[in-house]
């Protein structure tokens, strides 16, 4: 994100909490190597080291193989909605903002039904 864009200041204050993580099993990435990005795969094997019950993935092929491991899952969208109601976060419009001003496609029937549910 751009630093000092309005997204980025509205997260700046909850990076303590978040932990980066790299994976053990190297090997394992090489299955899924064909169908998947190298991100969507490591999420999915480091799910699995760290037992998480849930993994944040957009793309709808690696929410499939997801799924199929036994995870739940959501999406960057669900994680924004999800801080709002969880009071992590006051608006949702300038983080969705953020992310389409850094080239991540986002319908607009999607953008606005994301708006409505978040009450803005």
């Known amino acids: 994100m751009k630093t000092g864009s309005k997204a ?3 997260v700046d204050n909850f990076q303590d909490w978040i932990i980066v993580s790299s994976i053990k099993n190297i090997e394992t990435k090489r299955f899924f190597k064909i169908q998947l990005h190298d991100g969507e795969v ?4 480091l799910g699995k ?5 849930t993994l944040i993935i957009d793309d709808s092929l690696a929410r499939k193989y997801a799924k199929y491991l036994g995870f739940k899952i959501t ?3 669900g994680v924004i909605l999800n801080s709002k109601e969880q009071g992590i976060i006051k608006y949702v419009k300038p983080l969705i903002d953020g992310l389409v001003d850094n080239g991540i496609y986002i319908e607009d029937s999607l953008y606005q039904s994301i708006l409505r549910i978040a009450g803005e």
């Open 8 to 10: 980025q200041i509205a």
């Open 42 to 45: 490591e999420v999915m094997i």
């Open 49 to 53: 080291e760290l037992k998480a019950d």
């Open 75 to 77: 999406g960057t969208l």
